[in-house]
């Protein structure tokens, strides 16, 4: 049972990794696309999207480098494990959906980068464990 909260907090990081790599190639993309006479970035929409995004992101890495430190310390983190498990792989699945989205036509096909993260991502909300699961789990344990 110990070694469940390894994995949940290891696909907890690969949901971050792969959610930092879809917004960055979003932002990449924003800053160089032509859209109605500048570029994508210039809209408030795409820039205040992407913005709050990494903000969410971000306070879920500080929780989940928290949350790691605890495990090492062999401190019981079943509740913040099961929670990183159910919170991040949503995130990074709406992360996800919101870099192909802006990548328009562009986020289909293969040659790009966010194609593959928007398929591999999907795994992570139910592999080791559902979110749903997860949900119950928290509820179990808090
Ligand atoms: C690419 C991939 C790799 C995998 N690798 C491994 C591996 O290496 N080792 C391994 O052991 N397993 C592996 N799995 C299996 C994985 O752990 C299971 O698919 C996962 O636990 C979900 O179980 P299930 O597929 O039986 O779905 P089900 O249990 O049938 O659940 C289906 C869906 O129903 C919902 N659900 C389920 N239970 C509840 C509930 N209590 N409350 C509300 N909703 C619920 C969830 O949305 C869930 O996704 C892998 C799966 C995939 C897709």
């Known amino acids: 049972m110990r070694g469940l909260d390894h994995e949940r907090l290891c696909l907890a990081a690969q949901a971050v990794g792969l959610a930092e790599a879809a917004l960055a190639a979003t932002v990449?993309?924003?800053?160089?696309?032509?859209?109605?006479?500048?570029v994508l970035w210039d809209k408030q929409a795409v820039r205040h999207r992407v913005a709050d995004l990494v903000g969410r992101l971000a306070a879920g890495k500080t929780l989940l480098y928290h949350a790691a430190?605890?495990?090492?310390r062999g401190t019981d983190g079943r509740v913040y494990a099961a929670l990183l498990?159910?919170?991040l792989?949503?995130?990074?699945?709406?992360?996800?959906?919101?870099a192909v989205q802006f990548h328009g036509g562009a986020g289909f096909v293969r040659e790009g980068p966010v194609e593959r993260i928007s398929r591999d991502v999907?795994?992570?909300a139910i592999g080791g464990g559902a979110t749903e699961v997860m949900?119950?789990?928290?509820a179990r344990l808090i």
Not at 28 to 38: F, I, K, L, Q
């Open 85 to 87: 498990k159910a919170q």
């Open 89 to 98: 792989p949503e995130l990074a699945n709406e992360i996800a959906y919101t």
């Open 135 to 138: 949900r119950d789990e928290v």
């Open 122 to 124: 999907r795994f992570l």
């Open 28 to 38: 990449d993309w924003a800053r160089t696309r032509p859209a109605y006479g500048g």
């Open 69 to 72: 430190a605890q495990l090492d």
